[in-house]
């Protein structure tokens, strides 16, 4: 029987990959586009004549609207552009996903890109998501001849390979760079504003994005990197008013994306979807287009007027004297129409633009017919949708028909053009993915298959233990329901801290129940130690609440990491000590050896601390303002790299592991071998661990201290570190938003980018509680098969699974398919392979080889 639970565990694993393999190529398929490069019509004596012969195009990673256009900006010259009315400024809506990638792809092409782009985004190698058959502004400045030049984010280089006759790419993912990355774009500047053979400039510049996602968008670095990109501003602005190749140039500043109030993003919070978008040339003050800069926003993150980024495509092939990408779902900019001085222009623009929308709205609705026919049905005016659209289409079609002059009839039908044009983009915007419902079905079925598999065995063990099997079916159910409701899904936080709760009290009652029948005579003294240490855990899982709030509702309310600390710094650098001497100790006295070699362990305690203070005074450093540890750090002579000083401590923790794994051969020393892994595991796990979070790991020692005292089953070891490898996920700060994946200590000594590297100290910083919480069921289980664990842990990350692909087929045409329920199912996704497999069945498998 143990055999054939073995086997069906096994195929029950092997058959998880394979349904999240067959869902998501269902789920996440690449959108049909509009193959070729659009024209002009022929013979069009109204054609709207360029206005601009060049562009310069300066992408500023993550510049979110505030750090240009409020009170605490560092654009000080771009300000005074718009004061000027040099400077036409918007807020540009990046919505989700708010990586890099699609957003380029938003901006280049005026489409609504894949959230697939997700996941190749990461993938520095990734050929598959490239641009060069598709038609952009960039494409159609190619087949007209001109040059086009690129400095900075090497993701254009794979977006447009071949399509840049000078360029010079930076990996974007080596946030540990703050001005190297930047400066190789700057130092081009000069010479490409001196040359004239050139029609399109890009730049991308990083340096601010990577200041983001390791210190926060309240850093002490950011405002000088915006006084940096504002220099750089000036300069090209200069140079345009004084090169004479240069009068007829327009320049775009632009953030691809925002950050949220952590500095990350690709979520869909306002932080994260409102970019800073300028345009920039001298000929837009005869617009009278002045306005006030500094200014307050109307809304969150929103100054003066919302555009979709989309809306850029259209504008600049306007402008340029562009026809507009076929698959452009962007509406010109309205406030440009100005440039052009007859009626007749302006209309020819707006007219082209709502052409090129109508043949997407063809070519996705191919039954649908516009007209001038349905005019009569149109004039109840409750028309909304594709039938809007076709409305819209026969108003314009019935003005036109009545032959008046373009030069007189702009006043007319030039508000019906754009609102045609808005009603298109909003229809295309909203059209759900090409789901392949096959492939969601069969995917959905593989992975139930996983479930019954299992499911006869997870039966026999809860009926076993009923009380704690019981618990588990509530907990996987009311776990599989909640899937389908997004408010719930972006809180999930909330349901792992009440499970946990009420799992720790069920096991409190069980212990004292069984503790009171073994020793009546010391009944008093046996209640009064239990509920000291109930009242120890329950002060401890309220510290782990409140230590980081994440999810959506609650994500700007105070907490320890990022309100407490701060105000307080002596007592997080306190605790941070204490954490990293508690490490030491515990390390020395598990260490296989004795005498000179355990001074090693202290030594590594030692290194560990002062790379995070190293760390900490290099990207943190207000952490450290004014505090006792100031002033070691003044005199600490710091001639380590911190790449080289993370490297040092790998090389020690790697050096304990395998002494250990050396000294535990033997039979009487196996128990101290994995004591000592642990510790040493405990140490790394710090050392990816953001400096606010490690003082968590005294916390999961109080913790486990009190479950060891409470003589477990392996049952219940089994659900209780289940259910705490979930809950401090949480506790660190992460959520169901790909705005959480801390990138801070992704880096931790290493050189150059390295996706195999980075992915796995990423998966490391961000799941550093779950995988402590894995390495402690070891610990904290008794002899028994190991069978029962694995067993229990696949039925349960089958379930989740299968009730996270039901939820996203079933509301796959749902609002928040692709900002709630499509990000649940890449991380339901890292859940089932990274920690179930790569954690949790490779730590058992180890485990059992070396018992």
């Known amino acids: 029987m143990v055999g054939f639970r073995s086997w069906a565990t096994v195929i029950a694993n092997l058959l998880v990959p394979v349904g999240i393999l067959t869902f998501s190529s269902g789920f996440f398929p690449y959108k049909p586009l509009i193959p070729g490069l659009a024209t002009f019509e022929e013979g069009d004596e109204h054609a709207a004549p360029a206005v601009f012969e060049k562009v310069i195009f300066m992408v500023v990673d993550a510049l979110r609207s505030d750090f240009v256009y409020s009170n605490d900006s560092g654009f000080s010259f771009t300000q005074s552009l718009i004061r000027s009315g040099a400077a036409l400024p918007f807020t540009a809506y990046a919505g989700s996903p708010t990586v890099t990638m699609p957003r380029l792809k938003a901006i280049t092409t005026g489409s609504v890109p894949s959230f697939l782009d997700v996941i190749l985004n990461i993938a520095e190698s990734d050929t598959s998501s490239t641009l060069a058959f598709q038609d952009t502004w960039l494409a159609q400045l190619k087949a007209r001849g001109e040059r086009l030049v690129m400095y900075g984010d090497d993701t254009w280089l794979k977006l447009f390979p071949g399509m840049f006759d000078r360029a010079d790419g930076t990996t974007s993912f080596f946030v540990s760079d703050f001005t190297e990355v930047d400066h190789n774009v700057t130092r081009h500047v000069p010479t490409e504003l001196a040359q004239s053979d050139w029609s399109a400039l890009i730049m991308h510049y990083l340096g601010l994005d990577h200041i983001g996602h390791k210190a926060g968008p309240k850093s002490s670095f950011m405002i000088p990197k915006q006084q940096e990109m504002d220099s750089v501003v000036t300069e090209i602005y200069t140079a345009m008013q004084n090169e004479q190749h240069l009068r007829s140039t327009l320049f775009v500043l632009c953030g691809d994306h925002g950050m949220n109030d952590a500095g990350n993003h690709g979520g869909s919070s306002a932080g994260e979807t409102s970019p800073a978008l300028v345009f920039i040339s001298p000929k837009f003050e005869a617009l009278s287009g002045r306005r006030e800069s500094p200014v307050e926003p109307f809304d969150d993150l929103q100054y003066y007027r919302t555009v979709e980024q989309a809306d850029i495509t259209p504008t600049l092939a306007g402008l340029l004297g562009l026809p507009i990408p076929l698959n452009s779902l962007g509406i010109f900019i309205p406030e440009f129409l100005e440039m052009w001085e007859h009626g007749s222009q302006k209309l020819q623009i707006l007219n082209q633009n709502a052409k090129q929308l109508l043949n997407t709205l063809k070519t996705t609705f191919p039954g649908t017919k516009f007209g001038p026919e349905g005019i009569e049905s149109c004039a109840s005016g409750a028309e909304s949708g594709i039938e809007a659209a076709q409305c819209a289409w026969a108003r314009i079609q019935e003005l036109i028909s009545d032959g008046a002059d373009p030069e007189d009839s702009y006043s007319t039908i030039g508000p019906i053009l754009l609102q045609f044009s808005e009603v298109a983009q909003d229809i295309m915007s909203r059209t759900a993915s090409n789901y392949n419902i096959y492939r969601l079905c069969l995917g959905l079925f593989v992975t139930g298959i996983a479930v019954l598999a299992v499911l006869p065995f997870t039966y026999a063990e809860c009926k076993r233990h009923i009380s704690s099997g019981l618990f588990l079916v509530f907990m996987v159910i009311t776990y599989g329901l909640m899937m389908f409701a997004s408010s719930y899904v972006e809180e999930e936080q909330q349901f792992w801290y009440w499970i946990c709760s009420g799992w720790t009290f069920y096991l409190h009652v069980r212990s004292e129940s069984a503790r009171s029948d073994s020793h009546k005579r010391t009944q008093s003294l046996t209640f009064w130690s239990g509920n000291g240490n109930m009242i120890v855990f329950a002060i401890t899982q309220r510290l782990l609440r409140r230590w980081n709030q994440t999810g959506q509702k609650f994500a700007a309310e105070p907490d320890i990491a990022r309100t407490f600390f701060p105000r307080n710094p002596d007592i997080f650098w306190g605790l941070l000590i204490l954490a990293y001497a508690d490490a030491g100790i515990h390390l020395l006295r598990n260490l296989p050896v004795s005498g000179l070699p355990q001074l090693g362990a202290l030594l590594l305690a030692v290194l560990a601390f002062t790379f995070k203070l190293h760390f900490v005074a290099s990207e943190s450093p207000e952490l450290l303002d004014g505090t006792f540890i100031s002033q070691l750090v003044e005199k600490w002579p710091y001639s380590l790299s911190l790449v080289l000083h993370a490297r040092i401590v790998f090389y020690g ?62 049952n219940e070891v089994t659900i209780t570190t289940l259910i705490f490898q979930y809950m401090t996920f949480f506790a660190f700060g992460g959520s169901n938003a790909i705005s959480s994946v801390d990138l801070a200590s992704a880096y931790n000594g290493v050189g150059s980018y390295s996706v195999i590297l980075v992915g796995v100290l990423t998966f490391v910083s961000n799941w550093a509680g779950p995988i402590w919480w894995a390495s402690q069921s070891h610990r904290l289980r008794p002899k028994r098969p190991e069978q029962d664990h694995l067993t229990l842990l696949t039925f349960h990350i089958a ?30 996704m890292a859940w089932a392979t990274a920690n179930h497999v790569g954690v949790n069945i490779l730590g058992e498998l180890l485990f059992s080889v070396s018992r």
Request: hydrophobic share 55%.
């Open 799 to 828: 379930m989740s699974l299968a009730s996270v692909m039901a939820a996203c087929t079933a509301l796959r045409t749902h609002l928040f398919i692709w900002t709630v329920f499509s990000p649940k199912y890449l991380y339901s």
């Open 653 to 714: 923790i790697g050096v304990v592991i395998l002494l250990a794994l050396l000294t535990g051969m033997t039979a009487r020393a196996t128990r101290t071998s994995h004591h000592t892994i642990h510790e040493a595991l405990h140490i790394f796990l710090m050392t990816q661990s953001r400096a606010t979070n490690v003082p968590l790991f005294l916390i999961f020692r109080v913790q486990a201290s009190i479950i060891s005292a409470m003589n477990l089953t392996g």
